[in-house]
């Protein structure tokens, strides 16, 4: 499967945002974003691949009886970390297409809980971007642009996934995600 890089005038709502291998920030080195909103006035996405190994129960009691207890939570970005956001997103191959529901209400995600193939997480925090930034940082070749195609989003955790899906844009991509953080502890 080779996903395609996506122009940087690109409305990135549904898609995934790579961080480029030489990225620095610790906020979003080696992160998969997923982006929920992106028009004029700036963007929103969430980070997939930062678990913070807790689930909703364990961060609010309102969850402890819930079919959404054992929901996963990750570290969905810098902003308003102690916002939680409920995301929910299958992959339906007969129809090639992405569904992604983003900012569920409990009931709308213990609904979803119960439907084949969604995978449906708890994100504290997300990632936002004003008014031109995230264009600009596309210019500057920050980010790599892919549609979702049918990774299972699901199955990889941590910079597993990020290597994964950058792997497999381009062979040198590869190489360069399959270095170590710190070269000199190579």
Do not use: C
């Not at 609010?60 to 570290?75: G, Q």
């Not at 809980?113 to 920050?142: D, H, I, S």
């Amino acid at each position: 499967m080779k996903a395609r890089r996506t122009s940087p005038k690109t409305n990135f709502a549904g898609n995934l945002l790579l961080a480029h291998p030489a990225m620095k920030d610790p906020n979003f080195g080696r992160t998969v974003v997923l982006m929920s909103a992106h028009d004029a006035d700036g963007a929103l996405g969430v980070v997939i691949n930062r678990p913070l190994r807790r689930r909703l129960d364990e961060v609010s009691p309102d969850f402890a009886l819930s079919p959404l207890a054992k929901v996963p939570l990750y570290a969905g970005g810098p902003v308003e970390t102690g916002k939680l956001i409920l995301a929910a997103w299958r992959w339906r191959a007969e129809a090639e297409e992405f569904e992604l529901q983003f900012g569920l209400d409990p009931q709308r995600a213990t609904a979803i809980v119960a439907e084949p193939g969604y995978t449906l997480r708890g994100f504290l925090g997300y990632a936002g971007w004003g008014k031109g930034q995230l264009e600009n940082e596309m210019k500057q070749n920050t980010w790599f642009a892919v549609g979702p195609v049918d990774y299972n989003l699901g199955a990889e955790d941590g910079p597993a996934l990020w290597r994964l899906i950058l792997g497999s844009l381009d062979p040198e991509l590869k190489l360069l995600a399959d270095e170590p953080e710190d070269p000199s502890k190579n």
